[in-house]
């Protein structure tokens, strides 16, 4: 198996289509399917059974798939390894955050990035997905939960604390809760993580067992559009509330886990000159009069 091939064999198991494959590799279908055929001819096994469910490996497939991920790896190793002898500042630099962080605080700071360092190039991928920076997917991330893996380079760059806001319409429409009431009559907006981790919902460390859920996000910058549109109340970052021009509710409560950043890097990419300029210059974004706000 060349490194060509194993590209391909490597999409089509995790993808379990041509279409799929294909798309991942910025290739045309029939140019998956042709190779895979080579492979096969090649290896003289069907390392895929064509089911309903797509392409699913075959007993041969499943040895094949054990020693493409060995070549996956060390070609990735190779090439991480060779970049972070790279001591010129231009280039790719692959990032990845949720959209709040990018549109507040990351844009900026990449304009900033472009004054200083003119040939470096920023692929801002927005997503709440945990992509993998083993991989390569991603060079630098921002998350909102510090990652387990022990091999990464891991920095908190922000700690905000988290409070309660409606907009003016809706305490127009409904007034200010009562915490003894536990939100009884108010109408929510969550954020969907939290309603999956957690049976019962609060805000701000108040039980919310009588309110009702007006809306669901997977996006804190929705969760904030949502409470402006006045569809209901919501948390987020103090700072994000008094910038969206929302009212705060229970000024005197707080929730009692902060909205924490974690700044996530490769350990070898962290020698690359365009990597750590990239990092050094999205890391300082949270050091602004926003990040202060208590």
Known sequence: ????????????????????????????QATV?????????????????????GYLLTAAGEVALAAAKR?????????????????????????????????DLLLPAVERLQQHWPNIRVDLEVSTQLLSLGRRQADIAFRNVRPDTPELVVRRVASWPVGLFASTSYLARFGEPAPEDELRGHHLVAYGPYLEQSPFLSMAGVPARQAKIAMSVRSSLLVRKAVAAGIGIGEMPLWMGEREGLVRIWPQRRRPNDYEVWQVMHPDLQRTARVRAVAQFLAEAFDGPSAGIS
């Open 71 to 103: 070549m996956e790896s060390a070609a990735l190793d190779l090439r991480t390894k060779i970049e972070g002898q790279d001591e010129n500042p231009g280039g790719l630099v692959r990032v990845t955050s949720t959209d709040s962080i990018a549109i």
């Open 1 to 28: 198996m060349n490194w060509d091939d194993t590209r391909i064999f490597l999409a089509l198991s995790r993808t379990h289509s041509l279409r799929a494959a294909a798309r991942s590799l910025g290739i045309d």
């Open 33 to 53: 399917g042709r190779r895979l055929n080579a492979l096969e001819s090649e290896l003289g096994a069907k390392l895929f059974l064509r089911a309903k469910d």
